[in-house]
């Protein structure tokens, strides 16, 4: 897992990396992304660092949805997914939250953006996720 030290996020918020950098706020920082699904696919990070999005402390996210909502706007895009990776399994490759805003045209299909394959959960019954509902309240 990256450090602080060694995090490519981290270094472009320094400078030390470019990036086509859209705004910045006291806690965000916002640009495109280098390998994007979709015409005006970009990326939102905290300048705090944290590798998963549970790490962060909450007031790290206060800028997060106004920007979102601004770049979001500035796509022109009427569909879009926000997309939030934690760890390998779930696809993240870089370790500093980021959000993905990726628009979808309405007539991409799977050629454009993002293109989701559900997993079916036949396999879970009413009382497999009874069981899990209980559990997790449990917890909170
Ligand atoms: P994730 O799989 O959620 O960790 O996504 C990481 C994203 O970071 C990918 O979409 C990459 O294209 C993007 N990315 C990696 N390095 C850079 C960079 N130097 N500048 C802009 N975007 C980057
Ligand atoms: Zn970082």
């Known amino acids: 897992?990256?450090?602080?030290?060694?995090?490519?996020?981290?270094?472009?918020?320094?400078?030390?990396?470019?990036?086509?950098k859209l705004l910045e706020t006291e806690s965000v920082f916002a640009f495109?992304?280098?390998?994007?699904?979709?015409?005006?696919?970009?990326?939102?990070?905290?300048k705090h660092h944290a590798a998963k999005l549970t790490d962060l402390p909450d007031d790290q996210m206060a800028d997060i949805l106004p920007t979102i909502k601004k770049l979001a706007a500035a796509t022109g895009a009427e569909n879009y997914n926000i997309l939030q990776n934690n760890g390998r399994p779930a696809h993240q490759v870089v370790d500093h939250v980021?959000?993905?805003?990726?628009?979808?045209?309405?007539?991409?299909?799977?050629?454009?953006?993002?293109?989701?394959?559900?997993?079916?959960?036949?396999?879970?019954?009413?009382?497999?996720?009874?069981?899990?509902?209980?559990?997790?309240?449990?917890?909170?």
């Open 32 to 46: 495109m992304d280098i390998g994007p699904i979709a015409k005006g696919h970009c990326l939102v990070i905290p």
């Open 98 to 140: 980021h959000f993905h805003i990726i628009p979808k045209p309405a007539d991409a299909g799977d050629k454009e953006g993002l293109v989701i394959g559900w997993p079916t959960q036949k396999d879970l019954s009413k009382d497999d996720i009874n069981k899990i509902f209980e559990e997790m309240k449990s917890k909170l």
């Open 1 to 20: 897992m990256a450090s602080l030290a060694s995090c490519i996020f981290c270094k472009i918020i320094k400078g030390e990396i470019p990036s086509m």
